[in-house]
């Protein structure tokens, strides 16, 4: 029976087909790392450039002036790390789609192939007590497990981030692209001193632009905040997808190799 099934997965093994849509999810994933990490670099370098921005209400000369720097220091320390992390998701990612070409390779289907055939041929031939049938089984059924083992976990990562994990991963990166285009928008931001105060009309306007001047504190300081909380959710989401999963599903195509070998030699073939 074991024998049978191992010949009928020869037919997935050349075909190819379980290899192919595990590299395209794979590559899928990888390219929304890669994006992500775009977003990161991109998001370092505009706060970088926000950083001397000075939001300033001077009214006859004095006043009050906050630099964009002093909100958005650590923000840019997370984002410089976290883009780090992102480079070592997709560095994974790409890893990960290497594996699954070399184990799709003729030469491992040719391998895979031959030893199925061998055990096939000692299942056939070989006497029904003898080591030949068991060890030959053992072999091929090891061989055949590693041959789909990095497409297992590349397909049940896929599900898993599918299900699960997707939707939070779009909607921090929509949020963090937002925050980049805000940020810029603050750099560029234009904000003059204000001459000295000659008329009641320069005190309401002092005052409505202290108060749209607190309004801008309070937005950028509450969208840095935000921009935090969706980084945390980020790095979860590359830390499960890209290094928690692959190693999960990895140990447990390990734990079923070694379960089957020894079900093969201990009981009767």
Do not use: C
Not at 39 to 60: D, K, M, W
Not at 77 to 98: K, V
Not at 127 to 148: K, S
């Amino acid at each position: 029976m074991l024998v049978a099934v191992l010949l009928v997965l020869l037919v997935p093994t050349w075909t190819g087909q379980v290899d192919d849509l595990a590299q395209t999810r794979t590559r899928i994933a990888f390219e929304n790392a890669l994006v992500t990490f775009a977003l990161a670099r991109t998001l370092n370098g505009v706060i970088s450039v926000a950083q001397g921005t000075e939001l300033a209400f001077q009214p006859a000369g004095v006043g009050v002036v906050v630099t964009a720097g002093e909100i958005l220091d650590p923000l840019n320390d997370l984002i410089e790390q976290f883009s780090w992390l992102t480079l070592l998701a997709t560095t994974s990612l790409g890893a990960q789609i290497l594996l699954s070409q070399m184990f799709a390779t003729p030469f491992a289907n040719g391998v895979v192939t031959v030893a199925v055939a061998g055990a096939a041929l000692a299942w056939l031939f070989a006497p029904p007590a003898g080591r030949l049938r068991r060890h030959a089984l053992q072999i091929a059924l090891a061989l055949t497990i590693i041959r789909f083992a990095v497409a297992f976990a590349a397909l049940t990562t896929s599900w898993v981030t599918a299900t699960f994990l997707d939707e939070r991963e779009a909607e921090s990166v929509a949020y963090l692209s937002d925050t980049s285009t805000t940020i810029e928008a603050t750099a560029d931001a234009p904000t003059s001193p204000r001459g000295p105060l000659d008329s009641l009309s320069d005190l309401l306007d002092d005052a409505r632009e202290a108060m749209a001047l607190r309004e801008r504190i309070d937005s950028l300081q509450a969208r840095a905040e935000a921009a935090t909380e969706h980084i945390i959710n980020l790095i979860v989401v590359y830390m499960v997808e890209t290094l928690l999963l692959p190693i999960a599903m990895l140990a447990a195509a390990w734990a079923a190799l070694k379960y089957a070998i020894r079900r093969v030699g201990n009981e009767p073939l």
